[in-house]
């Protein structure tokens, strides 16, 4: 298996930053790709950012130049550094990560979710 312990969401203002951190731990083989979700009241759960093993990235059009999604290899961990917040970035951010494990499986793990909220 592979648990997943995110941290670093909160309250800020338009305009601030968070960072938000997700480590995976267990029997891991190899970590394919890593991202984040969010999912606001009464919206569906979207893509914010991806990151994959080569260190290709995807970005939401919504956060294009605000955020930015990286990847420390060896400590199994991904973050989001998220700049130039506004308010309809608020929602709960949820880790997902795509692994191997060390059976050769393929287990597909999200994290139980931190709150984002931008407001004055």
């Known amino acids: 298996q592979v648990q997943l312990l995110e941290s670093g969401g909160g309250l800020v203002q338009p305009g601030g930053s968070l960072r938000l951190s997700c480590a995976a731990s267990g029997s891991i083989f190899s970590i394919n790709v890593m991202g984040w979700y969010r999912q606001a009241p009464g919206k569906q759960r979207e893509l914010v950012a991806r990151?994959?093993?080569?260190?290709?990235?995807t970005y939401a059009d919504s956060v294009k130049g605000r955020f930015t999604i990286s990847r420390d290899n060896a400590k199994n961990t991904v973050y989001l550094q998220m700049n130039s917040l506004k308010p309809e970035d608020t929602a709960v951010y949820r880790c997902?990560?795509?692994?191997?494990?060390?059976?050769?499986?393929?287990?597909?793990?999200w994290g139980q979710g931190t709150q984002v909220t931008v407001s004055s």
């Open positions: 997902n990560v795509v692994a191997v494990t060390s059976l050769r499986a393929t287990w597909n793990s």
């Open positions: 990151i994959t093993s080569d260190g290709s990235t």
